[in-house]
T-cell receptor, first 115, second 113 residues
Framework: AQKITQTQPGMFVQEKEAVTLDCTYD???????LFWYKQPSSGEMIFLIY??????QNATEGRYSLNFQKARKSANLVISASQLGDSAMYFC????????????FGSGTRLLVRP | DAGVIQSPRHEVTEMGQEVTLRCKPI?????LFWYRQTMMRGLELLIY????????DSGMPEDRFSAKMPNASFSTLKIQPSEPRDSAVYFC???????????FGNGTRLTVT
């Protein structure tokens, strides 16, 4: 079974608009962390935001926020005020304590910001 | 903080040759991961270490692949003999703790002809 599911292979958003990238996860562990990474066309992996399973508040980092719905096992990334430089691949990932903290990635969503 | 350092950035080799990829993690990071990225299979975890000890190598494709971490500041991923299907970008990443984000190197683009 897929541990991390990203159902949107590709998405478009108009510059300056907000966009939500979906991520659902599968775990029976009580202690886990959820991560989002950005991979621009240059290829590097850039960490964006982290949400711990015990965190009650949704994580925010500048224009990035994580819509964490624990009961639904979803951890959607929201990018506000999209910029052309946000065009990239976005990966959702999870580390579980019971899996000795290995980091598993979803298949990614390619976001294209239109001017 | 120099970040995670991988070498070489690009490697082109012929089928059957031995390939060694190198990684220097961030100082003080206890975890080190090796990933492979291809269009077909996405980001695959190959192996990871905690305090220089391999924890999970179930992602290593076959016996041709081996990884070592002789000390806290150096790791290698070796492919012997290499095959065209090994062509991919190989990433090394490190993290200070189990619940912290991974910091990635810039990757090694391997092409096996």
């Amino acid at each position: 079974a897929q541990k991390i599911t990203q159902t949107q292979p590709g998405m478009f958003v108009q510059e300056k608009e907000a966009v939500t990238l979906d991520c659902t996860y599968d775990t029976s562990d009580q202690s886990y962390g959820l991560f989002w990474y950005k991979q621009p066309s240059s290829g590097e992996m850039i960490f964006l935001i982290y949400q711990g399973s015990y965190d009650e508040q949704n994580a925010t980092e500048g224009r990035y926020s994580l819509n964490f719905q624990k009961a639904r096992k979803s951890a959607n990334l929201v990018i506000s005020a999209s910029q052309l430089g946000d065009s990239a691949m976005y990966f959702c990932a999870m580390r579980e304590r019971d899996s000795s903290y290995k980091l598993i990635f979803g298949s990614g969503t390619r976001l294209l910001v239109r001017p | 903080d120099a970040g995670v350092i991988q070498s070489p950035r690009h490697e082109v080799t012929e089928m059957g040759q031995e390939v060694t990829l190198r990684c220097k993690p961030i100082s003080g990071h206890d975890y080190l991961f090796w990933y492979r990225q291809t269009m077909m299979r996405g980001l695959e975890l190959l192996i990871y270490f905690n305090n220089n000890v391999p924890i999970d190598d179930s992602g290593m494709p076959e016996d041709r692949f081996s990884a070592k971490m002789p000390n806290a500041s150096f790791s290698t991923l070796k492919i012997q003999p290499s095959e065209p299907r090994d062509s991919a970008v190989y990433f090394c990443a490190s993290s200070p703790r189990g619940d912290s984000p991974l910091h990635f190197g810039n990757g090694t683009r391997l092409t096996v002809t």
